[in-house]
């Protein structure tokens, strides 16, 4: 069983940045893609970036440009470094792990972006 912790959700300001981080219980990060997801109040859980297990990446159109996610296999971490941040960016974000039909899901992590 993988056991997936998000850390680093915040109360930040409009414009401000922010760093999340999951860590794997086990080392996965070689064949596993690791996505990051967001689910604000009242709307559905959305893909926000994914990066392969080959390094490749993908972003939500909404955070191209904003959003960097990235790997330490070493440490089994991935991180979403987040910048300009918006109010409409404001959600619990969930660290994501899926291998063809295995997929783990962290508890999540709140952002909340407000003045």
């Known amino acids: 069983q993988v056991q997936l912790v998000e850390s680093g959700g915040d109360l930040v300001q409009p414009g401000g940045s922010l760093r999340l981080s999951c860590a794997a219980s086990?080392?996965?990060?070689?064949?596993?893609?690791m996505g990051w997801y967001r689910q604000a109040p009242g709307k559905q859980r959305d893909l926000v970036a994914f990066?392969?297990?080959?390094?490749?990446?993908n972003y939500a159109d909404s955070v191209k440009g904003r959003f960097t996610i990235s790997r330490d296999n070493a440490k089994n971490t991935v991180d979403l470094k987040m910048n300009s941040l918006t109010s409409e960016d404001t959600a619990v974000y969930y660290c994501?792990?899926?291998?063809?039909?295995?997929?783990?899901w962290g508890k999540g992590t709140p952002v909340t972006v407000s003045s």
């Open positions: 990066i392969s297990a080959g390094g490749g990446t």
């Open positions: 994501n792990a899926r291998l063809g039909s295995l997929v783990y």
């Open positions: 086990v080392n996965i990060f070689g064949i596993y893609t």
